[in-house]
């Protein structure tokens, strides 16, 4: 079954630095979500992106956060200075239509810790 | 707006027992609802779906759920517990037409017990 990939599964890093959180969405799927669950909290919707853009952000989702889609498979989730608040576990989905028709797969998370 | 109300943030059952897992939404349009599993230490896994077709929904691993507009309900049911079913389980809306945001409810952690 196809699957939504995640890398890093952890990652730990300083307070100020900039992380870069990767996904590889399914290949057909043409719309692209970023997820974060801050401990013991609800799970939180970050941003979507299709064809290249951002279809809806999030408050959450400040000048301090970006994506990208690089190549053709890759999706990525930038934050350029790390706050301890955000440390979090970050989840990215994937789906094939933008109304859940066809559900939406999410992949396995990174763990994200800011010290 | 959308809203997801998961009404216990606990439940423990006996193996081999029913489990009900209640959840209520909000929705000013007509809602796509689903509910997703995540055991421990793992992602976040699709158990079963309604986007307005039929409104009892069977999922993966015996459990099913019944949309009912009347009572803004959907609830996950299992008529057997086995102990793999221990996990968290969040019930999610998305607006069917409004966008593709999808709004988690609290989460509500299953336990199975011998």
């Known amino acids: 079954e196809p699957e939504v990939t995640q890398t890093p599964s952890h990652q730990v890093t300083q307070m100020g630095q900039e992380v870069i959180l990767r996904c590889v969405p399914i290949s057909n799927h043409l719309y692209f979500y970023w997820y974060r669950q801050i401990l013991g909290q609800k799970v939180e919707f970050l941003v979507s992106f299709y064809n290249n853009e951002i279809s809806e952000k999030s408050e959450i989702f400040d000048d301090q956060f970006s994506v990208e889609r690089p190549d053709g498979s890759n999706f990525t989730l930038k934050i350029r200075s790390t706050k301890l608040e955000d440390s979090a576990m970050y989840f990215c989905?994937?789906?094939?239509?933008?109304?859940?028709?066809?559900?939406?797969?999410f992949g396995s998370g990174t763990r994200l810790t800011v010290v | 707006a959308q809203s997801v109300t998961q009404l216990d943030s606990h439940v423990s059952v006996s193996e081999g027992t029913p489990v009900l897992l209640r959840c209520n939404y909000s929705s000013s349009y007509s809602p796509s609802l689903f509910w997703y599993v995540q055991h421990p230490n793992k992602g976040l896994q699709l158990l079963l779906k309604y986007t307005s077709a039929a409104t009892l929904v069977k999922g993966i691993n015996g459990f099913e759920a019944e949309f009912k507009k009347s009572e803004t309900s959907f609830h996950l049911t299992k008529p057997s517990a086995h102990m793999s079913d221990a996990a968290e389980y969040f019930c999610v809306v998305s607006l069917t037409g409004g966008g593709n945001k999808l709004t988690f409810g609290t989460g509500t952690q299953l336990k199975v017990e011998l």
């Open positions: 989905a994937s789906s094939v239509q933008p109304t859940g028709a066809y559900g939406y797969t």
